[in-house]
């Protein structure tokens, strides 16, 4: 059991913080130091963890490859602000992400830089969308989420989210994600027959935004047979189609890209958190050619694009995208991952179940309040892993990509312990 001390001392942020503050409260400790999947508090107290910067930190925490390309740029004084602006480091990361990633699969993007956060990339992808098709409504899904600026959070599902908008979050239908209706009904198949019916009250939309696994609204994993539907109805109808990837991208379900599984060919698709490799804030709107139709500077912003983390996402292409060695071991790890998980679920009363992909995994407690109480018990035994799902009733587990045996070991085993002692 972790020892309060003054050092650990949370007063400063309760004192000066906004009360928006959230992480803090379900992990309240002061953390110093972090490598690889472990954190460090002031007091020394070593936690596993299964969060990875809700998927920032697929590679892990301070990956040494990648810091070490990092201080390099930074002690050559490399460009670190440029605006978009071209420079060495862009040239360098667009050229390698084209030749190591894109071309092997066969697609071909350009490159849009916005803001760095993963709602900056919604933003500019429903935009584009909008203004390439000239049409203004936008198919999401139920469950889905995509971040709280406006735009992004009008195709954002969760109530507590979009009360706060101050405005009706406004532009978007929301459709059955799949499983939605049940594990035997189609919900592809709804949105086809509305889209077909001239009555049915759909305006055709711009674009369809989906997640292939979606993270926040409680880890539920799409069919390779859904989303290809989807593409279909893509196709047929003349609307685009989003992919957003910016948790479930970057490996986190074995593949870069999580729909390649599907065979998809999205329009857009949109990429953040683990872009740069170790947290540097950087986020990419990939764009088939023809859709680029901005004027120049139409879109805009100060910080797009930032070098270092060009640099950092570039060092995390040469390191684990080079081979199929990452993309094997999520693999393997994904699948010991679920056994344990399934383990831990089993004899639950009330019962528990496992799904996602890959390493991109939930461990479903059916009541909030049950997930909450485990979560925490988790953080007390040195566990840092949260929750997911319209009422948080989902444990997200979320372990670095990189995460050895041991350690991955080590944070089942203070899950287990805590399911045991809560439920
Ligand atoms: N899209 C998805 C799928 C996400 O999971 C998130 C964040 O969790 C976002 C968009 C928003 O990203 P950000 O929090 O960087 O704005």
Redesign the pocket.
Known sequence: MRQESSSNSLSAFEDLESNVRSYSRSFPVVFRTAAGATLEDENGFVFVDFLSG??ALNYGHNDPDLLNDVTEYLKSNGIIHALDMATSAKREFIGYFDEIILRPRDLSYKFQFPGP??????EAALKLARKATGRHNIISFTNG?????LG?LAVTGNRYYRDAAGVPPAGTVFMPYDGYLGVDRDSSEYLAKALADASSGLDLPAAIIV?TV???GGINAASKGWLQSLERLCRQNGILLIV?????GCGRTGNFFSFEFADLSPDIV?L??SLSGCGL?L?LLLLKPDLDVWRPGEHSGTFRGNNLALVAGTAALRKYWTNTTLSAEVTKTGNILSEHLRQIAQNRDPAFSVRGRGMMLGLDCGVGKFAEKIVRKAFEGGLVVERCGSEGQVIKVLPPLTIDGKTLQQGLDILDKSVRECV
């Open positions: 809700a998927g956060t993963g709602a900056n990339a919604v989420f995509h971040g709280v600026s992004a997640e979606q993270g926040e957003d990837d910016i948790q479930a949109v953040s958190k804030p986020s």
